[in-house]
């Protein structure tokens, strides 16, 4: 079945503590991205990536690191994570083709920064 | 930057009814929109596109209306069902990056 998987889906974790978000695809797409959803502010992205080792910044990339040293794999870091940064988390993948684009979102990650 | 908004937060709408849910965008140079859907606890699942190139486009119950004039996009849907409850996003691929609406929350009421 083709898919975008995230881990963990549920995250509570403490200011400063280190940590990364899996994302994986299984549909050879080249291009991934992250998002984050918070309340009235719709969408927003944070870093996304055109193909392996070839990555760069959305709309919201401060405090957060990402890499692409793999096609499937799009981890997303928070070296020092910080209560603004609570949030739905989003990794997507995608394929152009004709000048269309399909996004395919993967099922969330909600964190929590204590 | 790039700017694409939805004129309503939220909608109710009667089950068989048809909703109209619409969105704007700032950025004249734009050609190219999407529609999501997004259910509760679920990721954004992509309904319908439309290039700039089009007015209108129509898939299984939902259409698309594109008005360049005003910069405008809506998505139709027909016949509403229970199952369409969800959040309705449009968005705008411009370069690599996209931008998303706030949203439209559709609560279908049977």
């Known amino acids: 079945e083709a898919q975008v998987t995230q881990n963990p889906r549920y995250l509570i974790t403490v200011t400063g503590k280190k940590l990364t978000v899996t994302c994986s695809q299984n549909?050879?797409?080249?291009?991934m991205s992250w998002y984050r959803q918070d309340p009235g502010l719709g969408l927003r992205q944070i870093y996304y990536?055109?193909?392996?080792?070839?990555?760069d910044k959305g709309d919201v990339p401060e405090g957060y690191k990402v890499s692409r040293k793999e096609k499937r794999n799009f981890p997303l870091i928070l070296e020092s994570p910080s209560p603004n940064q609570t949030s739905l988390y989003f990794c997507?993948?995608?394929?152009?083709?004709?000048?269309?684009?399909?996004?395919?979102f993967g099922p969330g990650t909600r964190l929590l920064v204590l | 930057g790039e700017s694409v908004g939805l004129h309503l937060p939220t909608l109710s709408v009667q089950e068989g009814d048809n909703s109209i849910i619409n969105c704007a965008y700032s950025?004249?140079?734009?050609?190219?929109f999407i529609w999501y859907k997004q259910e509760s606890g679920k990721g954004p699942q992509f309904i319908i596109d439309?290039?700039?190139?089009?007015d209108k486009r129509q898939g299984q119950r939902v259409t698309v209306l594109l008005n360049k004039t005003v910069k405008h996009l809506s998505l139709q849907i027909a016949a509403t069902q229970p199952g369409d409850s969800a959040v309705y996003f449009c968005?705008?691929?411009?370069?690599?990056?996209?931008?998303f609406g706030t949203g439209t929350s559709l609560t279908v009421i049977p």
């Open positions: 997507a993948s995608s394929w152009r083709q004709d000048n269309q684009e399909t996004q395919y």
């Open positions: 549909m050879n797409h080249e291009y």
């Open positions: 990536s055109m193909n392996v080792e070839v990555t």
């Open positions: 950025n004249s140079a734009s050609d190219y």
């Open positions: 439309i290039r700039s190139n089009m």
């Open positions: 968005a705008e691929p411009t370069g690599n990056q996209f931008y």
